[in-house]
Antibody, heavy 118, light 113 residues
Framework: EVQLVESGGGLVQPGGSLRLSCSAS????????MHWVRQAPGKGLEYVSA????????YYADSVKGRFTISRDNSKNTLYLQMSSLRAEDTAVYYC???????????WGQGTMVTVSS | QSALTQPPSASGSPGQSVTISCTGT?????????VSWYQQHPGKAPKLMIY???KRPSGVPDRFSGSKSGNTASLTVSGLQAEDEADYYC?????????????FGGGTKLTVL
């Protein structure tokens, strides 16, 4: 079964840091680009970041550029999102998402909640 | 404000059809045949329902169909069933040279009356 399982979310103070992890199974992780998409409470989906299959290319939304870093360890089938200088507006459920190679997101993790508050 | 515009709500009775629109620009929806649709039930992760405008992943009922005309894409749900009640989001590829290569709509809450 293809599965993505996020972890690492929690409560953090403004200005703090957090690292999210996403463990992948059921597919050849190293062959697919991966993405992070977030959803603030009661709001819609927001595209956050992407990384190519070999990790050589990355993308960041303007809202997180310079503060978040996406990375992957293909030997561990794991995707990461290092978040720093966190702000209240970063509060959201963060989803790890598999690229379908068909310009769509075909597998989503269950999400991990990040709350930035003092 | 979302990059793609969707109506905040839509509704229909069981057995009826409902169509949800998704309006973008020539830089995203109108420029690529890479519109996708996602269904999200409360407290759950989104699920891919349509990709490349009108293709259905394996396991998605053929009651769900997609289309596009110009800068507007549409999702039609035919033969509405109670379990179709959910939030629906459209998304479009906007090109690798764009500031944001992927854009989402604000979502539409579908109510089955």
């Amino acid at each position: 079964e293809v599965q993505l399982v996020e972890s690492g979310g929690g409560l953090v103070q403004p200005g703090g840091s957090l690292r999210l992890s996403c463990s992948a199974s059921g597919f050849t992780f190293s062959s697919y680009a991966m993405h992070w998409v977030r959803q603030a409470p009661g709001k819609g989906l927001e595209y956050v970041s992407a990384i190519s299959s070999n990790g050589g290319s990355t993308y960041y939304a303007d809202s997180v550029k310079g503060r978040f870093t996406i990375s992957r360890d293909n030997s561990k089938n794991t995707l990461y999102l290092q978040m720093s200088s966190l702000r209240a507006e970063d509060t959201a459920v963060y989803y790890c998402v598999k690229d379908s190679r068909r310009y769509a997101f075909d597998i989503w993790g269950q999400g991990t909640m990040v709350t930035v508050s003092s | 404000q979302s990059a793609l515009t969707q109506p905040p709500s839509a509704s229909g009775s069981p057995g009826q059809s409902v169509t949800i629109s998704c309006t973008g620009t020539s830089s995203d929806v109108g420029g690529y045949n890479y519109v996708s649709w996602y269904q999200q039930h409360p407290g759950k992760a989104p699920k891919l329902m349509i990709y490349e405008v009108s293709k259905r992943p394996s396991g998605v009922p053929d009651r769900f169909s997609g289309s596009k005309s110009g800068n507007t894409a549409s999702l039609t749900v035919s033969g509405l069933q109670a379990e179709d009640e959910a939030d629906y989001y459209c998304s479009s590829y906007a090109g690798s040279n764009n500031l944001t290569p992927w854009v989402f709509g604000g979502g539409t809450k579908l109510t089955v009356l």
